[in-house]
Structures are given as structure tokens and as C-alpha cells.
């Protein structure tokens, strides 16, 4: 004769289960199987907030700079920065300069490019989320995301220039969990006007949660 399954037993393992998920010295990977954790956006009044893609964009001297984060890459913490250039001027940065900052001011350089295929796939190709181009249309109906970003040539090697009109987009990859703190932000700074070395830093704000 078959065991009959007990509804009471089934209880009594999902209660088990929310306790120990509340117990901080559960392993991880336990955590993420019944609660993923997710990055998603801090509201802010001065950003405009996607909502199918929880990308934050910001707007300041002319520049549109965008951050999305990619909860589809579990192995690291991702982001994609997208930015555009409406001035009437080229802007530059340096991709190496962005960073991740917590709540307590403790500072997290990204990944190492040298370092990526140890914690991705050999041949892992990041992509923005389907909805992005459309979220960013609708914000912004000069911006039409089609194809891949012009590569100018440039002396520095570590800056990129960005020609009025165009945008420049690229990939950040943290170290999981290198912050032990639940909100987190991230720096993009000094993009520099090669019209009057004006440098705009963007600051994007977000959080951890599971669920």
C-alpha cells in the first residue's frame, strides 16, 4: 500500500523552511532557491525610474546616463551603464574610474577585465533587458538604441569619446554580495566636456532584497 502524503507534514516542512531561511547562518545558495535576491531601484524625485527594466536614469548637463541592473547574471553583480551624449559637444570618460559604494562609505572597484572569465562562462555575452530600448524610447524618443554604440579612434586607451547625439554603453561586474549591506550605489564619474573640461559625476541608487 502507498504512503498517503500528510497535508500536516507538508505544513510542518514549509514552516521549517521559513525558519531557517530567517536564520542568517543558512548557507546562501539555500536562500537564493526560495527566495532569490534581486537589485532593484531607490526612489528618487530627481531620477526617472523604469519600471518593467528598474533602470534609473538621470539628467544633468546635457548628458543622459542610465544604469540597469542585469538580475538574469547570477554569478556576479551586474549592471549596464548607458550613456548619452546631447550636447553639442564630445564628452569622455573612463570606464575604470566607476564604482560601487554602500551604505557604511566602503568603496568596490569592479571586476578586472583580466579576472571576468574566472567568475563568468568563457564565452558569456552580457545583454540588456528586452524592454530597455523601449522603456529608454519612451523617456527619450531622440534615443534609438539600434545596433552597437560608434568607436571612435582615441590616443587614451582608457577613455572613451562619445560624439554629440551618440551614446556609449558597457558592463560592470562586482564581486556577489561584496557589499554587506542592503543599499548600495553606484558611481559613474567625472564625464568630462571636451568643450570646457566640465566633469558630471551620476550617482545611482538601488537595493537588495530577496523575493
Known amino acids: 500500500m502507498k504512503n498517503k502524503i500528510n497535508p500536516l507534514q507538508i505544513l510542518a516542512v514549509l514552516c521549517l523552511s521559513l525558519i531557517l531561511l530567517s536564520c542568517s547562518k543558512v548557507p546562501d545558495f539555500i536562500k537564493d532557491t526560495f527566495q532569490p535576491e534581486m537589485i532593484v531601484p531607490v526612489f528618487d524625485p530627481d531620477a526617472h525610474i523604469?519600471?518593467?527594466?528598474g533602470t534609473v536614469g538621470y539628467v544633468k548637463n546635457g548628458v543622459k546616463v542610465m544604469a540597469v541592473p542585469l538580475n538574469d547574471v547570477k554569478a556576479v553583480d551586474a549592471f549596464g551603464i548607458f550613456i548619452y551624449n546631447?550636447?553639442?559637444?564630445?564628452?569622455?570618460?573612463?570606464?575604470?574610474?566607476?564604482q560601487m559604494l554602500d551604505g557604511t562609505g566602503n568603496v568596490t572597484k569592479p571586476i578586472d577585465?583580466?579576472?571576468?572569465?574566472?567568475?563568468l562562462k568563457k564565452n558569456f555575452k552580457p545583454k540588456l533587458p528586452a524592454e530597455f530600448g523601449a522603456e529608454v524610447f519612451r523617456w527619450d524618443k531622440s534615443i534609438r538604441i539600434q545596433g552597437g554604440p560608434a568607436v571612435l579612434p582615441r590616443?587614451?586607451?582608457?577613455r572613451t569619446t562619445v560624439m554629440p547625439g551618440q551614446y556609449a554603453r558597457f558592463f560592470l561586474y562586482f564581486r556577489k554580495r561584496s557589499i554587506n549591506y542592503s543599499n548600495l550605489r553606484i558611481i559613474v564619474p567625472r564625464i568630462t566636456s571636451d568643450f570646457n573640461e566640465q566633469q558630471t559625476t551620476f550617482v545611482f541608487k538601488f537595493r537588495?532584497?530577496?523575493g
Open 86 to 98: 546631447g550636447t553639442n559637444h564630445w564628452i569622455s570618460f573612463k570606464q575604470k574610474d566607476c
Open 155 to 158: 590616443e587614451d586607451l582608457e
Open 208 to 210: 537588495v532584497q530577496r
Open 50 to 53: 523604469m519600471p518593467q527594466t
Open 113 to 119: 577585465k583580466s579576472q571576468e572569465s574566472f567568475y
